[in-house]
């Protein structure tokens, strides 16, 4: 999981890529480097820890070129060092590589290397390998090199290749990994994603399965497997690189918070029509095609998935049919129970995440109808499924998601009505109000987010807790999951999320004097329970911070804080409740100095198993 960026123009590689690296530091951010063909060879910088690192031992005039391949790194394979990181050349240094993914069959081509040419290794990586099989087949002519080492390559990569003795080109390959180019005048890019380059161009190719790219200044050629050229329409990207900056915010994760209100309107706006009907646009399923599914899968990862345990509640709701929610990683190893009558919904921010996009191929395979819900456009689950549903969130930066969750959440609410409505399921008033009160969130959101000095304040009396729970009740027990999640990403907190009710089966002694426990109350039908539980654990001596609609004031006489979202019907509760658990995670995060854009051991985008 790793971000590349190669450019070919005219002069000044150097200032571009390391420029891209930066918008690219979300896929990964343990290590960079650079690689420029200079006077007839290849001369490679690089360096563990954040791209500023690399900038140090880059600001040489003499090391530029026109054109170039750069990398910052999220280690798979290797620990982080120097000599881990990208880019890695072959013996000589005549060819270099950049790569995202994984080369599942690299200690068959390392020994070959080694056995059959003698090659000796460097790093602990599989992508050295790369740089050496391509060496091992380059004659001067890079393009069928690097084919003829793909076709030994097994796995899921996205990798860009320079030679010392073709330095006008970049050659490119994607297999199962993000990749696009960028087409500007008199130069070139290739990189993992549109914001690399956005400063710059604002034109795009988006690069298939299984195609290879030859990239210089004045051309970008696309090949297929079959090595023909084709034709790609252009995507004319239209927002800016502005909205990948901070805009005053002290971190990218504050300011996609802030731009929950906002996100909601586009999803929702969009979406509904001037005569309040749910127009989906990209989604061609029949009332005859809704009415002849007789399951659900909702299939996604970490917040993805936590949206779609909302998502099971209210689709079940709504449209009367039964849904399951699964983790991606484990749905295609147990061989679930799929046919034609299956609706198989995809949930996943970057449209990239690899697990998500094999149980959507498993899916496939056996027969479903794919819906995807992703924020964005052209990726590789949008490409794969029948039927898309766009997000609307807006280029998502810090690696901890807010925004996505929430837009995800309208999502689900929308197919929720548009698959109730056909199947006639759900009767006119209640849809009429649900549809209101959603148009009513990004008011209400705002209103949440005026409270963030007293959720600050909370932040900073509870941050040295090395231990949190949430719990919740109904659609508040998946929004709880999502609010561990986020206080454990950035945070570096114990934090465990279960149903109330469970609390009882195993749970509840783990309470104790000063625990610290959130408990969702935002549910009308489940209130009084919740309250029982409340008390259930304030008899052990925790702490709790409860979240409960305005006017549930009886709270207060159980809970030791509470913070009060705006009065709402439960079915939209969660795009509510899920807001003060973010800032809460963000401020104790900040309180505790943590790297809360960046947290350890993670990347935004996860491209591999």
């Not at 990207?237 to 909205?243: C, R």
């Not at 921010?349 to 149980?359: K, N, V």
């Not at 901890?400 to 548009?418: D, F």
């Not at 959101?445 to 900073?460: F, N």
């Amino acid at each position: 999981m790793c971000g590349i960026v190669g450019y070919a123009g005219e002069s000044h590689a150097k200032e571009k890529i390391i420029d891209g690296l930066k918008r690219l530091e979300y896929r990964g951010y343990d290590s960079a480097g650079i690689a420029l063909p200079i006077d007839g060879k290849i001369e490679i910088r690089k360096h563990v820890g954040e791209i500023a690192n690399l900038e140090k031992i880059i600001g040489d005039a003499g090391f530029d070129s026109a054109v170039g391949i750069g990398h910052t790194r999220w280690a798979t394979h290797g620990s982080p060092s120097d000599v881990n990181a990208h880019p890695h050349g072959n013996g000589d240094n005549s060819i270099a590589i950049v790569h995202n993914g994984i080369i599942e069959n690299y200690q068959e081509i390392r020994e070959w290397l080694a056995t059959e040419h003698g090659v000796k290794f460097k790093s602990e990586t599989d992508s050295e390998v790369i740089a050496h099989l391509i060496g091992v087949y380059y004659d001067g002519d890079l393009l069928p090199a690097v084919n003829k080492a793909v076709e030994r390559m097994n796995g899921a990569y996205a990798l860009s290749v320079i030679a010392a003795d073709e330095p006008d080109k970049i050659v490119a390959v994607r297999k199962d990994a993000p990749l696009v180019a960028g087409i500007g005048k008199g130069f070139n890019f290739i990189a993992s994603d549109i914001p690399a380059m956005l400063k710059y161009v604002k034109e795009v190719y988006l690069i298939e399965n299984n195609e290879t790219v030859v990239l210089t200044k004045d051309d970008i050629a696309i090949y297929n497997e079959a090595g023909e050229r084709v034709r790609r329409d252009v995507l004319h990207v239209t927002w800016d690189a502005e909205a990948a900056e901070k805009e005053g915010y002290e971190h990218f994760m504050l300011k996609e918070i802030h731009e929950q209100p906002k996100a909601i309107y586009e999803t929702l706006s969009r979406r509904i029509n001037e005569d309040g009907r749910i127009n989906l646009d990209g989604i061609s399923m029949t009332k005859e095609d809704i009415e002849g599914f007789s399951r659900i899968y909702i299939v996604a990862c970490g917040t993805a998935y936590h949206a779609g345990l909302v998502g099971k509640t209210v689709i079940e709701r709504m449209a009367k049919l039964p849904v399951e929610v699964d983790i991606a990683s484990e749905f295609r190893y147990r061989d679930p129970i799929v046919d034609d009558k299956t609706l198989f919904i995809a949930i996943s921010q970057s449209g990239e995440t690899l697990d998500t996009l094999a149980a959507l191929r498993e899916a496939k395979r056996k027969g479903a109808r794919i819906l995807s819900v992703v924020n964005v456009v052209g990726s590789s689950v949008a490409r794969e499924s029948d039927d898309v549903f766009y997000t609307w969130a807006g280029p998502e930066i810090a690696v901890a998601s807010t925004k996505a969750y929430t837009t995800q959440l309208i999502c689900m609410y929308l197919i929720g009505l548009y698959m109730g409505s056909a199947r006639g399921t759900i009767d006119g008033e209640h849809y009429e109000r649900i549809l209101q009160e959603l148009k009513l969130l990004p008011e209400k959101v705002e209103k949440v987010l005026d409270s963030a000095d007293d959720i600050e304040r909370l932040a900073k009396r509870y941050y040295n807790k090395e231990q949190v729970f949430f719990i919740g009740r109904g659609m508040d027990s998946g929004v709880s999951y999502e609010g561990s999640l986020k206080l454990k990403e950035i945070s570096y907190i114990n934090s465990f999320a279960i149903a109330a009710g469970e609390l009882k089966h195993g749970t509840i002694a783990l309470m104790e004097p000063d625990t610290l426990v959130f408990a969702l109350a935002t549910q009308d039908s489940l209130y009084e329970k919740m309250v029982s539980n409340v008390e259930e654990i304030k008899a052990r001596g925790a702490r709790v911070i409860s979240v409960a609609k305005e006017g549930k004031t009886e709270i207060e006489q159980v809970a030791d804080e509470v913070i009060y979202i705006p009065e709402c019907i439960d079915d939209v509760s969660p795009a509510l409740a899920v807001v003060p658990l973010q800032m809460f995670a963000y401020y104790v995060a900040r309180e505790r100095g943590c790297n809360i854009d960046k947290p350890k051991n993670l990347a935004k985008s996860v491209t591999v198993e």
